[in-house]
Nanobody, 129 residues
Framework: VSLQACGGGLVQAAGSLRLSCVFSVYPGRTFSSYRMGWFRQTPGKEREFVAAIDWNSGSIMYGNSVKGRFTISRDNAKNTVYLQMNSLKPEDTAVYYC????????????????????WGQGTLVTVSS
């Protein structure tokens, strides 16, 4: 099982980036069996919830700091979850992590990092002012 995130980089404030995360699942399971999330972290701070999505994109949650600017989506045929980030701000600078939790539906606690079983290696997003 592995998650591989990519798409980070340096962008100016008000710009956009799209992160991708490919999930190699256990044999016998499918990507659609997992709810997916994005979190971010800066040095010295706890991991912050960004967004979560259920198995068929029917239920989505966002952290308050990114609502209206970020969009999470998934393509089950490609085992991939995306995070489209628009109107980026310097305070969005962080390492972004994708995460997977076995189970289809978003449930209470989907915004809590400890609920997720699998994590990607992180991709750095830097927003310059």
């Amino acid at each position: 099982v592995s998650l591989q995130a990519c798409g980070g980089g340096l962008v100016q404030a008000a710009g956009s980036l799209r992160l991708s995360c490919v999930f190699s699942v256990y044999p016998g399971r499918t990507f659609s069996s997992y709810r997916m999330g994005w979190f971010r972290q800066t040095p010295g701070k706890e991991r912050e919830f960004v967004a979560a999505i259920d198995w068929n994109s029917g239920s989505i949650m966002y952290g308050n700091s990114v609502k209206g600017r970020f969009t999470i989506s998934r393509d089950n045929a490609k085992n991939t979850v995306y995070l489209q980030m628009n109107s980026l701000k310097p305070e969005d600078t962080a390492v972004y992590y994708c995460a997977a939790d076995y189970g289809r539906d978003i449930r209470p606690g989907a915004n809590e990092a400890h609920r997720y079983d699998y994590w990607g290696q992180g991709t750095l997003v830097t927003v310059s002012s």
